[in-house]
């Protein structure tokens, strides 16, 4: 049995949908079971992360997302482990590893990684960089109109699609070898934010612009589900980018066999969250 936390998050759900298809026992851990809206061959379990111990009974691998922890992710581990769990995959960060120790996202990953280093428990740490999915950010002004207000129209990174993250954890998960590795996970190409923009129209068959704005003019409406405190880190991060090629890895395809999807085929996988022309 594997359970996944953050069933309903991007990559979570996908993993989910791949061990069931997979013919795998999965437990999907979530914390409102009645809107999950997953596969009914996955148990969707309540998932309570100031009592976690039940869910695990069963379970030998878990995947982990850092926010799962509820503030005690030792708290989580120690239970997991004292259920029988053995393997943990953990969905971290690639800035952990970069030159800025003092970024909170940094902070927040390397702080799990740690934790679950010192857990007793065998582990593989998934690292990726940007996520395609981050582009949903923009959902709520193309659903209104044709032209999306966003900063830094030239950064470059390699996003990378929810289900190839997931992929790769599937096989962490199934497959002998990775315990003790650090994958590193990026798309398999260079773009950028109006680049994404441009590949979004194409997919939703429509005419798109992207306006530049200064990082000053960047305000909640441009991050909706970024917390506050990490608004300026990111907006430091995203100037560090324009006009620097990003780190484009072959992970993927070492490990699925498939290499990683571009920018394009998750905007066309995602063509309804932005409305058809």
Known sequence: MIAVTGATGN??????????AAGEPVRALTRDPERAGLPEAAEVVRFRPDDPGAVFDGVTGLFLYVQAGGGDMPGLLAAAREAGVRHVVLLSSGIVGGGDESHPIHV?????????????????????DAFAANALQWAPQLRAGDTVRGIFADALMAPIHEDDIAAVAERALLDDGHEGAVHRLTGSEA????????????????????VEVSPEQAGPELFPHVPPEFVQA??????????VA????????????TPARTFGQWAEDHAGDFGKG
């Not at 990111?234 to 560090?240: E, I």
């Open 234 to 243: 990111l907006l430091k991060s995203f100037a560090a980018s324009v006009g």
């Open 108 to 128: 927040m990953h390397a702080t799990a990684e740690r934790q679950v280093r010192d857990s007793g428990l065998t582990w593989t740490f998934l690292r990726p």
């Open 11 to 20: 990559v979570g759900r996908a993993l989910v949908e791949r061990l069931v």
């Open 191 to 210: 773009t950028t934010n109006a680049d994404q923009i441009t590949a979004i129209g194409r997919a939703t068959g429509r005419e798109l612009t992207f």
């Open 246 to 257: 990003p780190e484009i890895t072959g992970t993927v395809e070492k490990i699925t066999g």
